[in-house]
């Protein structure tokens, strides 16, 4: 069975450009989670979906970041303008539905906005 | 506010010896308790859970221990390998509430030959 793959893998970018992450969740999986480090910190929560919907937000750091899940499947979170405290690594995980334990993780994508 | 800390950054480890990374968490309403292991290049990948009706749970190798009382948790790695060297998460989640898994700032663990 595939794990939770991410694309890019690595993206170097201008700051004020945009960039799209993408994300495809285990198949069957109804929670979608967005998370992102940053150098040396802690892995800190952007957004969960459940199918398609967006179920807490709360984590997401401006109106610069805009997550979509369009039917459920795979995800993308869009950078627009990228500013360099995006800079860093973006991590997407999933788990079944009403699942509340282990997270699978993607391998990331890293993001440096120069 | 509510955050889950580890109390060391680095950790150095001679090979077949004993490792024991540090978490606190702050959150009293915590009731699941994770540990994450990311390897470089890769994702966080699950290592040992606990929830807060236990105070020690054991796997291969790693044990994790939690105390409520002072809000700690500890993973023990057992005959520490190369293989082991890689960074540490602890994380954790009230199992009842809408909160997503709160992640510390992650220990590395390096295994000297």
């Known amino acids: 069975e595939a794990g939770v793959t991410q694309f890019p893998s690595h993206s170097v970018i201008e700051k004020g450009q945009t960039v799209t992450l993408r994300c495809d969740p285990i198949?069957?999986?109804?929670?979608l989670y967005w998370y992102r480090r940053v150098m040396g910190k802690e892995i800190k929560f952007l957004l969960h979906?459940?199918?398609?919907?967006?179920?807490?937000e709360s984590g997401m750091p401006n109106n610069r970041f805009l997550a979509e899940r369009t039917g459920g499947t795979y995800s993308t979170l869009k950078v627009q303008p990228a500013e360099l405290e995006d800079s860093g690594v973006y991590f997407c995980?999933?788990?079944?539905?009403?699942?509340?334990?282990?997270?699978?993780f993607g391998e990331g994508s890293r993001l440096t906005v120069l | 506010g509510e955050s889950v800390g580890l109390h060391l950054p680095t950790l150095s480890v001679q090979e077949g010896d004993n490792s024991i990374i540090n978490c606190a968490y702050s959150?009293?309403?915590?009731?699941?308790f994770i540990w994450y292991k990311q390897e470089s290049g890769k994702g966080p990948q699950f290592i040992i859970d606990?929830?807060?009706?236990?105070d020690k749970r054991q796997g291969q190798r790693v044990t994790v221990l939690l105390n409520k009382t002072v809000k700690h948790l500890s993973l023990q790695i057992a005959a520490t390998q190369p293989g082991d060297s890689a960074v540490y998460f602890c994380?954790?989640?009230?199992?009842?509430?809408?909160?997503?898994?709160?992640f510390g700032s992650g220990t590395q663990l390096t295994v000297l030959p």
């Open positions: 994380a954790e989640k009230d199992v009842g509430s809408a909160r997503q898994l709160t």
């Open positions: 979906f459940v199918k398609e919907s967006k179920q807490d």
């Open positions: 959150n009293s309403a915590s009731d699941y």
């Open positions: 995980a999933s788990s079944q539905a009403g699942y509340t334990g282990e997270l699978f």
């Open positions: 606990i929830r807060s009706n236990m």
């Open positions: 198949s069957g999986h109804d929670n």
